[in-house]
């Protein structure tokens, strides 16, 4: 009697197999070409028939297809824009950081991180007589939370204000309450995908925020170290940036606002650098 799988498809390689397969061991090495054929045959009658894949959707999420928008930049309010003198000069000096970087990669990755300074993460245990002491604090790739509170620091992050700060302040500078710098000991070590990420989550929480100088300089280390020719993730991620900034600087009114250099850069560096020139501030 024909098996379902038979019926469906047609047997291609008639297997004769003396004796019972009860027999056939299917960890054993096969003796014969026969008893390989056979093995394969035992082996898929005992497949199931229907398979249900385990898909953890936050490992899809980056691998989706990509539609980045065209849209360009607000205008710049008159006056607040930068001259084309100026423009080239940050990208010339931005070029050259790219250079040092990635001819310094090597040196800066292989650094010893200072565990009082960049990885360790502060605290106080107020359980257990007021004591201080310290953990370990370095965001895996995918922790989204984690990289923005090392980015951003927790007075930014946690939107807390000076009232509401320690009244006992620790005299060191404490990089888990104003972030960690992008030290090159620190960005060197990002794989493309971490910058790639990192960027993505900054991004987000700039689109419900103001610019910040923690932002500004995470944006500019993590563009520096960002590969070309660009991925289309990054092309439009870059462009989201640059929207973003040239929104904020449409609501400026004063060429004396202290926001307005660090958009005017970003806006600057993505739009002539990375050649995303609709994007561009044309001189006025």
């Known amino acids: 009697m024909k098996s379902d799988a038979e019926e469906l498809m047609p047997r291609l390689l008639p297997v004769e197999f003396e004796g019972s397969t009860k027999d056939l061991d299917l960890s054993g090495t096969p003796r014969n070409p ?10 898929a009658s005992l497949c199931p028939e ?14 989706q297809t990509v539609n980045a928008s065209v849209a360009g930049c607000h205008a710049a309010p008159a006056g607040l824009s930068p001259s084309l003198g100026w423009q080239r000069q940050q990208v010339s000096h931005f070029s050259d950081v790219r250079q040092s970087i990635t001819k310094n990669r090597r040196h800066w990755s292989s650094q010893t991180l200072d565990d009082n ?13 007021g004591e201080s002491s310290n953990t370990k604090f370095n965001p895996k790739q995918n922790d989204e939370e984690g990289w923005k509170r090392f980015c951003l620091g927790e ?18 500078l404490d990089y888990n309450k104003v972030g960690f710098p992008p030290f090159l000991s620190i960005v060197s070590r990002l794989s ?12 987000g929480w700039f689109e419900e925020s103001d610019i910040v100088p923690q932002l500004g300089r995470w944006f500019y280390a993590l563009l520096a170290c960002l590969e070309k020719p660009l991925l289309p993730e990054a092309h439009s991620l870059i462009r989201q940036l640059a929207r973003r900034c040239g929104q904020l600087r449409s609501m400026l009114d004063s060429q004396e606002d202290e926001r307005l250099p660090a958009l005017n850069l970003l806006i600057c560096l993505v739009a002539r650098y990375f050649e995303q020139n609709d994007l561009a501030d044309q001189q006025e």
Do not use: M, W
């Open 34 to 43: 026969q008893e390989y054929l056979r093995q394969v045959q035992l082996e």
């Open 50 to 63: 229907v398979v249900v894949a385990q898909i953890d959707p936050k490992k899809l999420r980056r691998k």
């Open 117 to 129: 300074v960049l990885l360790v993460r502060r605290h106080r245990i107020r359980k257990f007589h």
């Open 155 to 172: 007075t930014v992050y946690l939107g807390a204000c000076q009232a509401d700060a320690d009244p006992n302040p620790e005299p060191a």
């Open 192 to 203: 493309q995908s971490t910058v790639l990420l990192v960027l993505e989550v900054l991004i």
